[in-house]
């Protein structure tokens, strides 16, 4: 948003500020409240993801997914990997990949368990080169 310019916007429309990166949606009451939206960077081609409706973040070859991988990479899984919040806690959650879903390379993920994840941190499907830092709690 630029200064002493006007906007029209409108209940649940979403803006984010250029300098911080720190997202806002507009509440009904006017006010504009900070979004806890996850949202995650590829660090291979700096893409944003966001969150869908519900919160989640899917990652795999499943062309629904929010994160969606070409279906020719049979590395990835159809349904990879979820990031997600509960209960004000965001989560991130090997959905049973075969080729897994790692911290580091030594450190992968145990299928169908979630792992508390914070604004920062980094993880990668199958390979380094599948990389991404989550941008936005």
């Known amino acids: 948003l630029e200064p002493q310019i006007s906007y029209n916007l409108q209940n649940g429309d979403s803006f984010t500020l250029a300098e911080s990166g720190q997202t806002f949606r507009l509440e009904r009451s006017g006010n504009a409240v900070r979004d806890m939206t996850p949202a995650v960077r590829s660090n291979a081609d700096g893409r944003t ?15 629904r997914s929010q994160v969606p991988f070409p279906g020719n990479d049979s590395s990835v899984s159809t349904n990879h990997c979820v990031l997600y919040r509960e209960g004000g806690v965001l989560y991130l959650k090997d959905t049973n990949s075969t080729n897994g879903t790692f911290f580091s390379e030594r450190e992968r993920l145990k299928p169908d368990h979630g792992y508390r994840v914070r604004k920062g941190m980094s993880f990668f499907l199958c390979t380094p080169a599948n990389t991404f830092t989550i941008i936005e709690e």
């Open 49 to 63: 993801y966001r969150a869908d409706m519900n919160g989640c973040i899917s990652f795999g070859r499943d062309p």
